[in-house]
């Protein structure tokens, strides 16, 4: 979660240097570098505090779920798939071939639709166990992305009321520089 977080920290921080400032992407804001480094702490702090709520919140992971987790990875690999075609096809040949010594499982392989099911008797919840315990390290992530998307929509909505405000006092301006204009204009008319 950490890794991810980071990354998309950077994503979202991406910085350009132009003339020994930083500057955002996207968007012509100067940035001095302690302000930068301002927001780099903030934004850190920030996300380790959720992260520490978090992490105070979800379960300890146990050795059996680590180790469902190993056997659902396994399970689920190109490299599984090899190793037991492998050895089905082992297991037919060996016992097809006449001048093998003996055929522990002669046709219709029996003994091998045996192990076949045992295998996924017992893989299959071994997957959804570790399918469970994913399904809660998302539910983590997306409680700490809907964390961030709400702060960001916090300060998305505060620089919105600053520009707001900033309108309404260049429009201010203006109306105060075209009433100075508009009495400027009639003292030269009356002079």
């Known amino acids: 979660m950490g890794d991810k977080s980071k990354s998309d920290k950077r994503k979202l921080e991406k910085m350009k240097t132009h003339a020994g400032n930083e500057m955002l992407e996207g968007f012509d804001i100067e940035l001095g570098k302690e302000v930068k480094h301002r927001i780099d702490r903030l934004v850190d702090n920030y996300e380790s505090d959720i992260v520490a709520r978090l992490n105070q919140e979800a379960p300890k992971s146990k050795r059996s779920d680590q180790a469902a987790d190993a056997i659902a990875s396994f399970g689920g690999s190109w490299k599984f798939i090899g190793i037991m075609a492998s050895i089905l096809v ?10 093998t010594p003996i055929h522990f499982d002669p046709k219709p392989y029996i003994l ?3 192990v ?8 299959a919840p071994i997957i959804m166990m570790s399918q469970n315990r994913q399904a809660a390290r998302d539910k983590n992530e997306s409680v700490v992305d809907f964390a961030i998307n709400y702060k960001a929509e916090q300060e998305i909505n505060d620089m919105q009321s600053h520009l707001h ?3 309404s006092q260049i429009n201010e301006v203006k109306g105060l520089l075209a009433e100075l204009s508009a009495k400027q204009n009639s003292e030269l008319l009356h002079s």
């Open 90 to 99: 082992f297991w037919i040949v060996w016992n097809i071939l006449p001048f």
């Open 112 to 114: 091998l639709n045996l």
């Open 116 to 123: 076949l099911s045992f295998t996924a008797a017992f893989q």
């Open 165 to 167: 405000r900033i309108e």
